[in-house]
T-cell receptor, first 119, second 114 residues
Framework: EAGVVQSPRYKIIEKKQPVAFWCNPISGHNTLYWYLQNLGQGPELLIRYENEEAVDDSQLPKDRFSAERLKGVDSTLKIQPAELGDSAVYLC?????????????????FGAGSRLTVL | GQQVMQIPQYQHVQEGEDFTTYCNSSTTLSNIQWYKQRPGGHPVFLIQLVKSGEVKKQKRLTFQFGEAKKNSSLHITATQTTDVGTYFCAGNNAGGTSYGKLTFGQGTILTVHP
């Protein structure tokens, strides 16, 4: 199993330029997450999808960030235009679903991340 | 909104010493998860605790979930250099509009001196 695949691994852009990140979750995982991780901090949720529906996007800066998950599988996260403060690692994760019990349905498997540097 | 706090932020130990990190949530949790992130890597799932007062062990690692399901701890006995990394707790909200939202603590960075 390939795990959660993200690309690109690294991206360097100048401010005001657009950038897009792609994520392919584990096959069969219905829930997909985009997290932002700043250096020395824990992951912060940007958006959560259940299948193709965005069920939690309250932390997504919608003026410049957008995301989509067409057909409930792959997802893209876009920033336009990028700002200096957007420099961070963008982590994609997937899980079987969202469960409260011990089933482990909501255990996250993370991708390697996309490190963005905005100059 | 829900907040998850971890202490300490950093911990430096000599190899062989014990290590403990503590996690506290501002709200009651349905379950709590622990992840480890090696330097330059991504978070990797370690364990999930669901029941009040639950204790689980993985070799030298002991995880506890508080009786009130608002706090948790991770204890490592006799640390090794392979334990180096950042340990995150992540709380799953018990209900309401934030159901299913996993909130991460800021992590505890562990360094082990050989």
């Amino acid at each position: 199993e390939a795990g959660v695949v993200q690309s690109p691994r690294y991206k360097i852009i100048e401010k005001k330029q657009p950038v897009a990140f792609w994520c392919n979750p584990i096959s069969g995982h219905n829930t997909l997450y985009w997290y932002l991780q700043n250096l020395g901090q824990g992951p912060e949720l940007l958006i959560r999808y259940e299948n193709e529906e965005a069920v939690d996007d309250s932390q997504l800066p919608k003026d410049r960030f957008s995301a989509e998950r067409l057909k409930g599988v792959d997802s893209t996260l876009k920033i336009q235009p990028a700002e200096l403060g957007d420099s961070a690692v963008y982590l994609c994760a997937s899980s079987l679903g969202v469960g409260r019990g011990p089933s482990g349905a909501n255990v996250l498997t993370f991708g390697a991340g996309s490190r963005l540097t905005v100059l | 909104g829900q907040q998850v706090m971890q202490i300490p932020q950093y911990q430096h130990v000599q190899e062989g010493e014990d290590f403990t990190t503590y996690c506290n949530s501002s709200t009651t949790l349905s379950n709590i998860q622990w992840y480890k992130q090696r330097p330059g890597g991504h978070p990797v799932f370690l364990i999930q605790l669901v029941k009040s007062g639950e204790v689980k062990k993985q070799k030298r690692l002991t995880f506890q979930f508080g009786e009130a399901k608002k706090n948790s701890s991770l204890h490592i006995t006799a640390t090794q250099t392979t334990d180096v990394g950042t340990y995150f707790c992540a709380g799953n909200n018990a209900g309401g509009t934030s159901y299913g939202k996993l909130t991460f603590g800021q992590g505890t960075i562990l360094t082990v001196h050989p």
